[in-house]
T-cell receptor, first 110, second 116 residues
Framework: DAGVIQSPRHEVTEMGQEVTLRCKPI?????LFWYRQTMMRGLELLIY????????DSGMPEDRFSAKMPNASFSTLKIQPSEPRDSAVYFC????????FGPGTRLTVL | AQTVTQSQPEMSVQEAETVTLSCTYD???????LFWYKQPPSRQMILVIR??????QNATENRFSVNFQKAAKSFSLKISDSQLGDTAMYFC?????????????FGSGTKLNVKP
């Protein structure tokens, strides 16, 4: 298996622009997680899905953030409009009972 | 309340020596899973080892082993024969069923520096 796939690996954008991060989970996994990691706040859970249904989005910082999982093999995390404080590494992970992480997307908002 | 506690923010060890990273967790459940993840400077989160709570035998993966003390709710990671490539952030994590869903909790991490 190729593992969890994330794209893009790096994204540099300007404040106010829309950013879309993509994730392909490991085939057969029924959970998908989106995390954000910064030096200041550490690893934060943003949202997670079970069988494509959002279960807990209490970690989504504000309405500028949205996540979707239209099918079992694809999820997106969208930030619109982006702000400099959104700069972070965003991880996607999938699981049955063990989480496996993607390589992350390093987002820089100028 | 912190569900997973890693009390050592940073540690150092000489190459080839043994180091133990501590982790405690809080739960009233009897069935759960515990994990250690490694995050090297590349930022990739890598699963190091996992332990099912119902198994009494401590999990081992090559140079990595755990000391799982269920009654004490302790799950420490021992790295033997430390190598420079072990330099990384290490996260302890815990998974239990909560409201019919798997819920994961992560500690704040321990930064390990292996010195030559």
């Amino acid at each position: 298996d190729a593992g969890v796939i994330q794209s893009p690996r790096h994204e540099v954008t300007e404040m106010g622009q829309e950013v879309t991060l993509r994730c392909k989970p490991i085939s057969g996994h029924d959970y998908l997680f989106w995390y954000r990691q910064t030096m200041m706040r550490g690893l934060e859970l943003l949202i997670y899905f079970n069988n494509n249904v959002p279960i807990d989005d209490s970690g989504m910082p504000e309405d500028r953030f949205s996540a979707k999982m239209p099918n079992a093999s694809f999820s997106t995390l969208k930030i619109q409009p982006s702000e400099p404080r959104d700069s972070a590494v965003y991880f996607c992970a999938s699981s049955l009972d063990t989480q496996y992480f993607g390589p992350g997307t390093r987002l820089t908002v100028l | 309340a912190q569900t997973v506690t890693q009390s050592q923010p940073e540690m150092s060890v000489q190459e080839a020596e043994t180091v133990t990273l501590s982790c405690t967790y809080d739960t009233s459940e009897n069935n759960y899973y515990l994990f250690w993840y490694k995050q090297p400077p590349s930022r990739q989160m890598i699963l190091v080892i996992r332990q099912e709570a119902y198994k009494q035998q401590n999990a081992t993966e090559n140079r990595f082993s755990v000391n799982f003390q269920k009654a004490a709710k302790s799950f420490s990671l021992k790295i033997s024969d430390s190598q420079l490539g072990d330099t990384a952030m290490y996260f302890c994590a815990f998974m239990k069923r909560e409201y019919n869903f798997n819920k994961f909790y992560f500690g704040s991490g321990t930064k390990l520096n292996v010195k030559p």
